[in-house]
T-cell receptor, first 114, second 114 residues
Framework: DAGVIQSPRHEVTEMGQEVTLRCKPI?????LFWYRQTMMRGLELLIY????????DSGMPEDRFSAKMPNASFSTLKIQPSEPRDSAVYFC????????????FGQGTRLTVV | GESVGLHLPTLSVQEGDNSIINCAYS??????FIWYKQESGKGPQFIID?????DKRQGQRVTVLLNKTVKHLSLQIAATQPGDSAVYFC?????????????FGKGTHLIIQP
């Protein structure tokens, strides 16, 4: 397996624009997580899914953020409208067993909002 | 409140020496802990894990120690190599009161001196 695949690797956008980050989890993994990493706040869990169903989105900072998982092999994280403070590295991770164990991370998407 | 934190943001060691990275956690209900390694430009990579019913676990050149009495976790790396240079995160599996995903500490940057 190629591991967790995220796209794009880098995204630069203007404030107010819509941004969509994409993730393909490891095949067979039932859990998918979206994290955000910044120097100030470290790694923060935004939302996670179990069997394509969002279980907890309490980490999503605002209504501008939304995440979907239409099928077991694809998830998106959307920010609309984007703001400069959304600049961060966004990671997608997946795991096979119960939530949070042995999560495998993608390479991340570095988002810069100017 | 519940938190996972690291004592030292930067640790510098000589190549060949042993490294010890420390982590404190505050949620006594956490039952699973993981150490991740993150190299520049990459996602976190699983190193070793330990469950709360254990106090020590060994891997290849790495050992994790868990002291539940003082809520302390440490990662020992034997014979540190240049390739060990990275940021190391401890993470706990938080139970109750929110997301059932991994909660990460801020990270310790391990620097290997030649």
């Amino acid at each position: 397996d190629a591991g967790v695949i995220q796209s794009p690797r880098h995204e630069v956008t203007e404030m107010g624009q819509e941004v969509t980050l994409r993730c393909k989890p490891i095949s067979g993994h039932d859990y998918l997580f979206w994290y955000r990493q910044t120097m100030m706040r470290g790694l923060e869990l935004l939302i996670y899914f179990n069997n394509n169903v969002p279980i907890d989105d309490s980490g999503m900072p605002e209504d501008r953020f939304s995440a979907k998982m239409p099928n077991a092999s694809f998830s998106t994280l959307k920010i609309q409208p984007s703001e400069p403070r959304d600049s961060a590295v966004y990671f997608c991770a997946s795991s096979l067993y119960r939530a949070g164990t042995e999560a495998f991370f993608g390479q991340g998407t570095r988002l810069t909002v100017v | 409140g519940e938190s996972v934190g690291l004592h030292l943001p930067t640790l510098s060691v000589q190549e060949g020496d042993n490294s010890i990275i420390n982590c404190a956690y505050s949620n006594s209900a956490s039952d699973y802990f993981i150490w991740y390694k993150q190299e520049s430009g990459k996602g976190p990579q699983f190193i070793i894990d330990i469950r709360s019913n254990m106090d020590k676990r060994q891997g290849q050149r790495v050992t994790v120690l868990l002291n539940k009495t003082v809520k302390h976790l440490s990662l020992q790396i034997a014979a540190t190599q240049p390739g060990d240079s990275a940021v190391y995160f401890c993470a706990e599996n938080r139970r109750g009161g929110g997301a059932d995903g991994l909660t990460f500490g801020k990270g310790t940057h391990l620097i290997i001196q030649p």
